[in-house]
């Protein structure tokens, strides 16, 4: 089983980023998906869900109108697109197989101001 994010980097606020996470040893089109983050000194933060069909999806407050969580099941892939990034959403972020609770290793973000 293995969850591989991609896609973080260093980008000034305001700017966006699309964070990838491939899947794979599980049936993922059987799964809901999430995306968490957590910063230094913060306890871990659910970000967005997309469950199994790729139809319905919740967002943190903190984010709704600026990230967008999707997938592909042909790829067993899953993304959050993420725009007018901000400094506080520094983070590492971790994409997350509900059900099973498969984690990756997590992929960094930095906004700098």
């Known amino acids: 089983v293995q969850l591989a994010e991609s896609g973080g980097g260093l980008v000034q606020s305001g700017g966006s980023l699309r964070l990838s996470c491939a899947a794979s040893?599980?049936?993922?089109?059987?799964?809901?998906m999430n995306w968490y983050r957590q910063a230094p000194g913060k306890e871990r933060e659910w970000v967005a869900d997309?469950?199994?069909?790729?139809?319905?999806?919740n967002y943190a407050d903190s984010v709704k109108g600026r990230f967008t969580i999707s997938r592909d099941n042909a790829k067993n892939t899953v993304y959050l697109q993420m725009n007018n990034l901000k400094p506080e959403d520094t983070a590492m972020y971790y994409c997350?197989?509900?059900?099973?609770?498969?984690w990756g290793q997590g992929t960094q973000v930095t906004v700098s101001s």
């Open positions: 997350n197989a509900r059900g099973p609770d498969y």
């Open positions: 040893g599980f049936t993922f089109s059987s799964c809901a």
């Open positions: 997309i469950n199994r069909f790729g139809t319905v999806s």
